[in-house]
């Protein structure tokens, strides 16, 4: 089977066998763009190589040798010749974008002999050897596992022995002598000599590339990205072009529109006389590719052509790696370019308009993820007074936190429960676990296009880069500006729209919604048929949810009315009552409180639904701790402290807490069960609601409430609370209005036996919605308190469970369970509206499983429902 696949026999349609890179230069090979020849050995040649214990199997290698032979003779070169010798890149390439995750080794073929070729070649030494030191580093890195610092260490040392500045200031006699050095730093932490083989060397890169599959930060970044580990990467095999040969000479990355705003100008940044990895790297600051029309008028109207035409090929942004070879431009990559989640916005939007899109496309391209971000904070501009530095603006949003200086110490100060600023020269891939544990990045060095820059916009944290006023000085844990001090532990805040480094911690203001977010959403309501509702308790949530385009309540927990200091002591009275009487009195002066709540809820939605559930906490959550009472009563008996009066009262609460106390709360007197006791706690509550209607109905607010039973297991339980419903509904509203209050009482369905027995649970009721909280919970035993903290995450972290269940649903378990319910629900009542108000709701993956098993609705926090809408649509398309 073929394991090497030519560029010129590729295409873009092979990108799970070529990987992105390979697929995308196959496809710019084919559309006749200027790329530097080579081959892509494909991902499953890498799984191959994983199966056999890590090893290039003898027929492979042939194939790559065959490959090589073909390359040779397409460039006039020959691999390890020492007059024309053809020189390579190794690079990884995987199916899913991971930049930076992995290695890369350039100028392979160089050694003793045809560096000597390249120079005679080139008329030029001292590239020639800076060429050759290169790759020496590069592989002493990458593939025999040498820690860099050794060679930066020996290059710094050089520069300062020549006076260098730059390293193109470097002589050609530094670049040999350094060269010695590398020699002797290689054999003395690996016991072996730089390979001198060509083909030794070829075969220990690709193996080193196939490697880099399973280094640490790229299975994080694919943990995080959710990108499964069995696709293996594939490595291209690609002709060296050199944008380090001097002033005619360059090497960049543009992106066809900006990545930060999404604005259709060319953007991108180059460095003259330098070789890919510098840009990247961000070990130089690079300018902007604006510069480049006045000094290569020439390459940057080709560069600008070949850009459109790329765009409009694959029909997205793109981001492409280029070089000037003596006046010639190659194209190294081109892949869909990443932005942040406003870019994307506008630039599916724009695309749209340029005809070039659907809206179907341009709404099933919006990663749900980047409306995380958008919905970002920002700062209070009021608050800014001590700017300390500005750098570029790499990813936007705010964040606030104490500065660091090192990754290890963002995740320690993290996990002790603080929030950092990560404050590196230049971040490298190998930081990656501190950007994940930081609020924002700041570094002094580097570009948009700096791997952490790009990083960082992908997981949608603020960043600031190249903020060269800025100079660390790590030996002391602090930052300087001119003679301004910052020190580790002090808190700043990063502003990553404007590129600003603000002293102190300033108040920072929520997203905002952008055009193209409405424009987005809009498209995305015509194509969806899943509704959107929201969770929401109060009728400020209520007007945020609408305004973010609820179309109803659907989960309104009426016991977080009863939190408010004004409310908690009626309510403990109505829990510490002795006897009903006493508790009538106590619900008397809550029915008032609870009514005026739910008029001003079905003001703010009016006419659409509102789901209201019934009470549902365990009662001695509103009573106060019982340690704090046990110790409390000692301090009065002991210490004769306090009134006779404050002794009783504390007994009396200590009697009543210890009455109320559960061994297992959550399995305990919860939900519909305590309305079964109490049941004049529920009859309360439905009163309040319906009178709330009628108030309303008198104002010509159209009402639709939903009354819903909590936690109910067995069909007896609803028959009880929907004849109590109905029961009070007339005794409030009477005949007339009750035309004008078309209310429904269905049920939560949040334990298993529910759902088992929807056949009869579903005869009392008008809807199902699914606490997939509660039914995660009892479906898997894991208690939601307990379990991620204990015992869950080992789980994920083992791969034992696909994702955390109480974040992702888990379709196969509690997902079927739900299914059930919904399929034999609707025989018995095919008019059953049915939903989800779990966590879930406001999840993608699981909304799209609610829209496959055709539910009516999701229900999520306000503030997810921008995401839950999109979703809702892309589920559909
Ligand atoms: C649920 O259990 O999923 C639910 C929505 O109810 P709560 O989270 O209030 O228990
Ligand atoms: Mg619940």
Not at 214 to 243: C, H, L, W
Not at 354 to 371: C, M, P, T, W, Y
Not at 420 to 435: S, W
């Amino acid at each position: 089977q073929k394991q090497v696949v030519p560029f010129q026999e590729g295409n873009a349609s092979m990108k799970a066998l070529l990987g992105g890179k390979g697929a995308n230069l196959a496809e710019m090979t084919r559309a006749g763009l200027p790329v530097p020849p080579g081959f892509t050995i494909t991902t499953e040649a890498c799984l191959a190589f994983f199966k056999v214990g890590n090893r290039i199997s003898e027929e492979l290698f042939e194939q790559i040798a065959t490959a090589l032979k073909q390359l040779e003779s397409q460039k006039g070169q020959i691999f390890g010749d020492a007059n024309n010798p053809l020189l390579v890149s190794i690079r990884s390439g995987s199916v899913s974008s991971m930049p930076g995750m992995m290695d890369t080794i350039l100028n392979l073929g160089l050694n003793d002999i045809t560096v000597l070729g390249l120079a005679a070649l080139t008329r030029n030494e001292k590239f020639a050897y800076d060429c050759y030191r290169r790759l020496m580093q590069m592989f002493g890195n990458v593939v025999l596992g040498i820690e860099s610092y050794h060679f930066e260490q020996l290059l710094h040392c050089l520069k300062e022995k020549e006076g260098a500045l730059q390293d193109h200031d470097v002589t050609a006699a530094g670049w040999k002598d350094l060269i010695e050095d590398y020699k002797k730093c290689i054999l003395a932490k690996t016991g072996q000599s730089f390979p001198q083989h060509v083909y030794e060397q070829l075969r220990m890169a690709i193996e080193a590339v196939f490697k880099s599959w399973n280094n640490q930060r790229a299975q994080i970044y694919r943990k995080i990205n959710r990108i499964p580990d069995e696709q293996g990467t594939a490595v291209n095999v690609q002709s060296m072009v050199f944008g380090n040969m001097g002033g005619n000479c360059g090497t960049g990355v543009v992106f066809t529109r900006n990545p930060s705003t999404g604005e259709n100008t060319f953007f991108g940044e180059y460095l003259i006389n330098a070789q890919g990895e510098d840009v990247v790297a961000g070990i130089r600051t690079p300018l902007a590719i604006a510069a480049l029309k006045n000094e290569m008028p020439l390459i940057y109207e080709q560069l600008f052509q070949a850009s459109k035409q790329l765009e409009k090929q694959y029909k997205d942004m793109q981001d492409i790696e280029f070089t000037v070879e003596n006046n010639k431009l190659y194209l190294l990559q081109t892949r869909n370019g990443k932005r942040n989640a406003q870019a994307a916005l506008k630039i599916a939007v724009d695309l749209v308009h340029e005809g070039v899109l659907s809206k179907q496309e341009a709404v099933g391209r919006i990663e749900v993820s980047h409306l995380d971000q958008l919905l970002h904070r920002g700062i209070d501009e009021d608050a800014v007074k001590d700017v300390l530095a500005k750098g570029l603006p790499a990813s936007p949003g705010a964040a606030v936190g104490q500065l660091v200086f090192s990754a290890d110490t963002a995740v320690e100060w993290s996990r002790a429960g603080k929030t950092v600023i990560l404050a590196r020269m230049e971040t490298t891939p190998e930081d990656i676990h501190g950007v994940i544990a930081s609020e924002g990045v700041l570094t002094s060095r580097g570009g948009m296009t700096s791997h952490a820059a790009v990083v960082a916009r992908g997981m949608g944290k603020p960043c600031v880069c190249g903020c060269e006023d800025i100079r660390i000085v790590l030996d002391e844990k602090q930052m300087m500006v001119g003679n301004k001090i910052v020190k580790e532990g002090d808190w700043i805040t990063l502003d990553g729209a404007t590129g600003r480094v603000i002293i102190g911690d300033m108040p920072l203001h929520e997203a905002r919604m952008t055009n193209e977010l409405l424009v987005m959403l809009k498209w995305a309501d015509e194509i969806r048929t899943l509704k959107v509702f929201a969770n929401a308790d109060n009728p400020h949530d209520a007007g945020i949810a609408r305004q973010l385009g609820a179309e109803g309540i659907g989960l309104c927990r009426t016991e977080h009315m009863f939190f408010s200091s004004a409310r908690l002591p009626v309510v403990q009275q109505m829990i510490l009552a002795e006897d009903k009487e006493e508790r009538l009195k106590a619900l008397a002066q809550l029915l008032p409180m609870q009514q005026s709540d739910f008029e001003e809820i079905f003001n703010e939605m009016d006419g659409l639904p509102v789901t209201i559930r019934l009470l549902d906490p365990p009662l001695h959550e509103f009573l106060p701790n019982l340690e704090d009472l046990q110790r409390r009563q000692a301090q009065l008996m002991y210490d004769k402290e306090g009134s006779d009066e404050e002794r009783d009262e504390v007994a009396h609460l200590l009697r009543k807490v210890q009455a109320l106390h559960e061994a297992n709360p959550m399995l305990g007197q919860r939900g519909c069960r305590l309305g079964i006791v109490y049941p004049e706690i529920y009859e309360m509550q439905i009163e309040a609601i319906f009178r709330a209607a009628s108030g309303c109905i008198e104002n010509g607010i159209s009402v639709h409430p939903e009354i819903m039973i909590p936690l109910v297991s067995h069909a007896s339980e609803l028959k009880i609370f929907r004849e109590l419903v109905e029961l009070v509904a007339m005794q409030v509203l009477g005949k007339e209005k009750l035309r004008e209050c078309p209310y429904k009482v269905g049920t939560m369905i949040e334990v298993p036996r529910a759902a088992l027995t929807a056949r009869q649970v579903a005869a009392h009721a008008d809807f199902f919605s699914f606490g997939t909280n509660d039914l995660t919970q009892m479906t898997f035993g894991y208690s939601r308190d307990d379990a991620e903290g204990k015992f869950l995450t080992h789980y994920v972290d083992q791969k034992l469970l696909p994702h955390n269940p109480f974040q992702v649903l888990d379709t196969e378990g509690v997902g079927q369970l739900i299914d059930l319910a919904v399929n034999v629900g609707r025989v018995v009542k095919p008019s059953l509206k049915t939903g989800i108000c779990g966590e879930h709701g406001g999840d993608k993956e699981s909304i799209f499983f609610c829209h496959t098993i055709g539910l009516d609705y999701v229900s999520c926090s306000p503030y997810r429902i921008p995401l839950a809408r999109i979703a809702a649509a892309q589920a559909f398309i």
